[in-house]
Nanobody, 118 residues
Framework: QVQLVESGGGLVQAGGSLRLSCAAS????????MGWFRQAPGKEREFVAA????????IYRDSVKGRFTISRDSAKSAVYLQMSSLKLEDTAVYYC???????????WGQGTQVTVSS
């Protein structure tokens, strides 16, 4: 349906910043929301942030609110996650995902590693 390609992960010191990118292709006209999830070692995958494609409305999990910003570029069918004031607990594999109209989160990227060091 929708193919996702992620980039931008890497190693950053605590307090630093990193920007993740996700480019969508395929049936992008059916996208309702795009979002980011993450999975730390030994933990369940958790929701991070999402943006409604048409309106630009955003939602964040409490632990990243005020530090992370999700945005979109409609012309590029891309979504971004600007991460600032990074903490050790932000270390995880971050996954881009698409929620198409009438469906759940049904398309996923390959994941990109974010490692926050002290």
């Amino acid at each position: 349906q929708v193919q996702l390609v992620e980039s931008g992960g890497g190693l950053v010191q605590a307090g630093g910043s990193l920007r993740l990118s996700c480019a969508a292709s395929g049936r992008t006209f059916r996208m309702f929301r795009m979002g980011w999830f993450r999975q730390a070692p030994g933990k369940e995958r958790e929701f991070v942030a999402a943006i409604t494609w048409s309106s630009g409305s955003t939602i964040y999990r409490d632990s990243v609110k005020g530090r992370f910003t999700i945005s979109r570029d409609s012309a590029k069918s891309a979504v971004y996650l600007q991460m600032s004031s990074l903490k050790l607990e932000d270390t995880a594999v971050y996954y881009c995902a698409v929620n198409t109209y009438g469906s759940s989160w049904d398309s996923w990227g390959q994941g990109t590693q974010v490692t926050v060091s002290s």
